[in-house]
């Protein structure tokens, strides 16, 4: 990998200010003879021409992206910012990654911290539907683009999602398959489109093949742990309990896993679990969740792609791509041997 | 949460540039009346003082925190990042991470970018025992804090970590004391001053109890879950095999597991593995992974106070903080029950 073109490089080695290297690059006057020869020295030194050290300073571009994700500690955003990094230094861009926490005032704020930092564009993995401040910099035509959750008026946005609604009735209608009626549903709110699409996936599974929808099946609220674990185990001890679980996310599922442990359930014979994203730790034998793959690794290589071809203003089309999620069947999910009553 | 005072706000509100509120602040003269007003209406609407805004601006503070990690994808640092972003928070506090995958340049390079987006203060994770440009920064008194590796030169170095060699010999002793004998290590290279202070307390460990070192068991290169995976069922088919594992993380412990099932081991009768770190999934009731805690919430949040006074001023005294280590028994770990010969 070639390093990028920096005048902060050349002025250090030089040892002049950055407005020195641009000064003699433009061939200002009042530069002495021998810092003009000590810049190009240094140019020289650091195997650039000046031409092209020129450009970048012309450019004013600072080789640098931005990622706002909802919770680094979600495996799901930890394990595509780590993609999202490895293909950026490919294309020698630094990357800063602010967390949100979920929270609207804290997205607001990370958007203004990363134009405050001259970032070239931006990429945002968690986003609710509707955001004033991401309108506005789209309507600017700021460099940016969505991955996992977008906004809802995505007329002039730029994206790369799962179909999350396809994704969501495959998980049901897996479960379904294995005879399970009472399907319960734990997600974030409907507020953020990868939420409300799983849901709107999850209701017509069961429509479709004719199970009524029960809210009191239903979780949709803050996914911190305890509540999931809180709200899980109460279902579990429940007289007419759900004999399967969607979850609408592979993190979450874990907590649901830990509730069917602590009420003493085997996985999958006293309940069935699936879950959406295919983080890493899904795939381990101990772990074996069946999930939804978001194909995270695609995901991510095809967004940090789209954004830079838009920053280089390689294409003037909307990057609007949706990819094909993927059941993984494995262990967590299997028959339901349960006897209920009808009733 | 009080929002922090900005003049980028103000100047927005006004419709004017930063250095317009700037110099309506300082009373330089060549402002026309009618642009006086407007800063001083939106720093009102906005609700701060004009000597809030006039301090913000004169202190140039950005209240930004960069934070260098080794791999986000590593859960102990996506868990201990997300905890200093929420500490930070609190102290109305920006914090932009960078990841650099481990890697020398990347490293380097992460350093330039945070400096060169003006951060006050950096928060390090990961760096090799020696680096030029992190003494450097220390040597001009460049607000930084180290948390879990740090430099070797640390006279003059702010850290908060843990025992790290302490951490081991814990870890070793509990399988000393469960019968084991062949216990192989699995660990990073020694470049790292958390590999390097396991190490030591592996070797020291199995010193104590008169059990001879055989290099043949332990592994220290590039921690990718393949290469771990091959080692560790290389090692588990071998004639004279390991009775136990200790994996100097809990993200790479997860790797020694799946080597162990994809073995057709079962944890603990044939094989005993503890990690280090505990990180979430670890206390997850499937994976129960014996392991030792670098009490990672208490690290987050003294490391983000301690630089947050050494940015404010607020202390002139070097910050050197060693955690102790803590042995979490769970159930990755038991008797080893082989028969071995003794030759």
Redesign the interface.
């Known amino acids: 990998m070639r390093n990028r073109v920096n005048a902060?490089d050349v002025a250090k080695l030089a040892g002049v200010s950055q407005s020195t290297v641009s000064r003699v690059l433009n061939n200002y006057s009042h530069v002495k003879k021998s810092t003009r020869e000590k810049v190009l020295v240094a140019i020289k030194e650091l195997g650039f021409t000046p031409d092209e050290i020129a450009r970048s300073l012309a450019s004013k571009k600072?080789h640098?992206i931005g990622l706002i994700v909802g919770?680094?500690?979600n495996?799901f955003?930890?394990?595509t910012?780590?993609y999202i990094?490895?293909e950026a230094?490919e294309y020698d861009y630094?990357?800063?990654?602010?967390?949100t926490?979920t929270d609207d005032s804290?997205f607001d704020?990370?958007i203004?911290?990363l134009i405050?930092?001259r970032v070239d564009g931006i990429i945002i993995a968690s986003v609710r539907k509707t955001n004033q401040k991401v309108s506005e910099l789209i309507q600017r035509d700021f460099p940016l683009i969505f991955y996992n959750r977008k906004i809802d008026d995505d007329g002039q946005a730029n994206f790369v999602v799962i179909d999350n609604e396809l994704g969501a009735k495959m998980a049901v209608n897996h479960l379904i398959q294995l005879n399970h009626q009472r399907i319960a549903y734990i997600s974030g709110p409907c507020t953020y489109s990868t939420f409300n699409d799983r849901f709107l996936g999850y209701k017509s599974a069961l429509e479709e093949n004719g199970i009524n929808y029960d809210e009191s099946l239903v979780y949709q609220d803050e996914l911190s742990y305890e509540k999931v674990l809180e709200f899980s185990l109460k279902l579990m001890r429940d007289q007419d309990r759900p004999t399967s679980f969607f979850a609408s996310t592979d993190h979450i599922a874990?907590a649901v896993?830990?509730a069917a442990?602590?009420n003493g359930f085997h996985i999958p014979y006293n309940i069935s679990i699936i879950g959406f994203d295919d983080i890493?730790?899904a795939s381990?034998?101990?772990?074996g969740l069946s999930t939804i793959s978001q194909q995270k690794k695609k995901m991510a290589s095809l967004v940090l792609k789209e954004l830079i071809s838009i920053i280089d203003n390689k294409s003037d089309e909307l990057i609007q791509i949706t990819l094909e999620p993927e059941l993984l069947i494995r262990k967590t999910t299997g028959i339901n041997v349960q006897i209920r009553s009808n009733g």
């Open positions: 902060y600072t640098t919770d680094i500690s495996p955003y930890a394990e910012a780590h990094l490895r230094r630094d990357v800063i990654i602010v967390d926490d804290n704020r990370s203004q911290t405050g930092k874990l896993m830990d442990a602590q890493d730790i381990s034998p101990y772990i």
